[in-house]
């Protein structure tokens, strides 16, 4: 059974930086397209997605501030937040799925069979 489960998140002031975390257990995980996202008060939102080799997409509201990256020796997905904003407040989780393929954008939340418990991102003004 495929595990997921996410850290670093936390507080952080606007401009700032933070790297989330997803470790990931119980199967191959170079083998799953792996993804990023959040979940605000009456919003959800793919934030970022990285295929099995490496190729990533990300929505517009993150492009060229967040960066998606995996270590495939180390079983771990990275998000990488710059240039914080306090619209990106959220829950932010981490998902898997072993078929997915299209990089064109970030995936609806249908697409992923694996979902982590979420780590809250909270950014301040």
């Known amino acids: 059974q495929v595990r997921l489960m996410e850290s670093g998140g936390g507080s952080a002031q606007a401009g700032g930086s933070q790297r989330l975390s997803c470790s990931f257990s119980?199967?191959?995980?170079?083998?799953?397209?792996m993804g990023w996202f959040r979940q605000a008060p009456g919003k959800r939102e793919g934030v970022a997605v990285i295929?099995?080799?490496?190729?990533?997409g990300y929505a517009d509201s993150v492009k060229g501030r967040f960066t998606i990256s995996r270590d495939n020796a180390k079983n771990t997905l990275y998000l990488q937040m710059n240039s914080l904003k306090p619209e990106d407040t959220a829950l932010y989780y981490c998902?898997?799925?072993?078929?997915?393929?299209?990089?064109?954008?970030?995936?609806?939340?249908?697409?992923?069979?694996?979902w982590g418990q979420g780590t809250q991102v909270t950014v301040s003004s």
């Open positions: 295929g099995r080799d490496g190729t990533a």
């Open positions: 998902a898997a799925d072993p078929s997915y393929s299209d990089m064109r954008g970030v995936p609806g939340a249908p697409v992923w069979t694996y």
């Open positions: 119980g199967d191959n995980y170079s083998g799953y397209c």
